[in-house]
């Protein structure tokens, strides 16, 4: 049996039987004025994070959520386009698109802005997404991309910017592991299909998506998510799993390299009231600029006395010179 075949297996059984705590569950989903989330879909909330970003949904998108789940964050998504096929959410699973579908029937009982029809449930899978070409705003993923190998990883991403239109948002929540996980526990299949062996590393999982055409990353948030003890995984010392949620943009690389956001500033301490780099950048004196991490770099390295650069915050919701 393949993983891919483990994983629809396991989501099957967790569709029928629902696994309270299977990822984080025991976090609150996010609260929004006149929102009642039906209880199944709340034990059925098996995300790592969330992928529903309010800034990132104005003016009612049309989102392709790929992993219907309970159905929980396709309702979120709707919440912000509350029309019929605002949200298209795709699952290969039966018995997890039957779920959602009667988790959604009781968000409606519960939300009389809510109607079934404004989220229309598809068959289909990540590498042969059931939508034409560049016809979506938001194309989102809660949990699902880390079980993927590495090349099935690629022709998701890929696929996920074939659909989207220019300058449309891939918006993901993944773990990511601090180091690389060990090929025991990469081949665990039903570990995988747990989200707790085939995370990559940070670097290697924005590699992936700068390699897949996004200009633009910007990480919304990144959190502590499960440690893998020595005892039970068979390690030499413990593996912290983190929780990375980012908004993607489908934009053209620039000609430097893709521009990634995790909260850095640049602070001009110079004599002037301002400094302009001459390349887009224009710093005010004392007042921290976001910037992403290449800008910060090239403004740190070339003038050092001028400039101070903060670490990253992991979190960036916009703003700065950049």
């Known amino acids: 049996m393949t993983y891919l075949e483990t994983t629809a297996q396991f989501y099957s059984e967790v569709a029928q039987t629902p696994q309270v705590g299977l990822c984080c569950v025991q976090s609150s989903p996010l609260q929004l004025p006149g929102l009642k989330i039906p209880q199944a879909m709340q034990e059925m909330n098996y995300g790592c994070g969330t992928t529903v970003h309010p800034n990132e949904l104005v003016n009612q998108p049309t989102v392709l959520y790929v992993g219907v789940g309970g159905g929980l964050e396709a309702l979120q998504f709707a919440y912000f386009s509350r029309r019929p096929g605002a949200v298209i959410a795709v699952d290969p699973v039966a018995q997890m698109r039957e779920a959602a579908m009667r988790n959604l029937q009781l968000a409606a009982q519960e939300n009389p802005w809510f109607h079934p029809s404004f989220v229309e449930i598809r068959e289909g899978d990540a590498f042969n997404l059931p939508v034409d070409n560049e016809t979506v705003d938001v194309v989102a993923q809660n949990c699902l991309f880390n079980i993927f190998e590495p090349e ?47 995370a990559l590393t940070y670097e290697e999982y924005t590699k992936q998506i700068v390699t897949a055409g996004f200009g633009q990353v910007e990480i919304r948030a990144r959190r502590p998510y499960r440690l893998l003890d020595c005892h039970t995984y068979k390690l030499e010392s413990p593996l912290l799993l983190e929780s990375l949620d980012s908004v993607s943009f489908k934009v053209i690389i620039p000609e430097d390299g893709a521009c990634i956001f995790t909260g850095k500033t640049a602070i001009y301490m110079g004599e002037e009231d301002f400094l302009d780099d001459g390349d887009g950048h224009i710093l005010q004196k004392g007042i921290p600029a976001a910037v992403c991490d290449k800008t910060a770099g090239k403004l740190a390295q070339s003038m050092p006395q001028n400039i101070i650069t903060t670490d990253s915050t992991w979190h960036y919701i916009g703003g700065g010179c950049c």
Do not use: N
Not at 155 to 183: C, F, H, N
């Open 152 to 198: 099935d990883l690629t022709r998701a991403l890929q696929e996920g910017y074939r659909v989207l239109k220019t300058g449309g948002r891939l918006q993901m929540s993944d773990p990511i592991a601090t180091r690389p996980i060990p090929p025991h526990l990469q081949q665990d299949e039903r570990l995988r299909a747990m989200c707790l062996s085939g």
